[in-house]
């Protein structure tokens, strides 16, 4: 029996947070009971929904990345955990599955602040983003972890805080493209 036969049926006990998040994501808590050991996270409490899991990953650090322990998670896995981070997107990118996100900022000096948000946060889990600005007004964001060659929770952290940055004076209201400004 697979890891993932085991979980949907119950009889694992769950060692890490990415995969009590598969786990809920698949079933509800009433449909088996979820035993916890996070020993390696060192949680005083079990976790009973996903929401939670990504509500406690902006009061997370990022491990360092050349930590023993970091591991690539399954697509599955990321799947999971990528519906609870709004506007983010699963790519898999030479078979390497990165969070992705998209944003239109005012202009090109909103797009200039809005990388100094990200560099702050990035810097402070030591965890960075590709930024990438094209034209005057779009932003891409990819986050993965090269180290290991794909997603970790440290993505999902990093994603997370970056979603709750106060940053809506510098995005655009218009969501179609303009052409004004182009050079």
Do not use: Y
């Not at 809005?114 to 965890?127: C, K, N, Q």
């Not at 997603?151 to 999902?156: I, K, S, V, W």
């Amino acid at each position: 029996m697979n890891r993932k036969q085991e979980i949907d049926r119950g009889e694992i006990t769950i060692v890490s947070k990415i995969e009590l998040a598969l786990a809920v994501s698949r079933r509800t808590v009433q449909d088996f009971p979820i035993r916890c050991s996070l020993q390696r996270f060192r949680f005083r409490r079990c976790f009973t929904s996903s929401i939670d899991i990504m509500n406690d990953l902006t009061k997370k650090k990022c491990v360092p990345c050349n930590s023993k322990d970091l591991r690539p998670m399954t697509e599955d896995a990321a799947k999971g955990l990528v519906r609870e981070l709004a506007e983010w997107n699963l790519i898999n990118e030479d078979g390497k599955l990165k969070l992705n996100r998209s944003l239109k900022v005012k202009s090109f000096l909103k797009g200039m602040e809005l990388f100094e948000l990200i560099a702050e946060v990035a810097e402070a889990e030591g965890h960075h983003p590709n930024l990438h600005l094209v034209g005057w007004n779009n932003v891409t964001i990819e986050i993965w972890t090269d180290a290991v060659g794909g997603l970790t929770e440290n993505d999902f952290i990093l994603a997370s805080k970056i979603n709750k940055l106060d940053a809506h004076h510098l995005l655009s209201l218009n969501a179609s493209i303009s052409s004004q400004h182009d050079c």
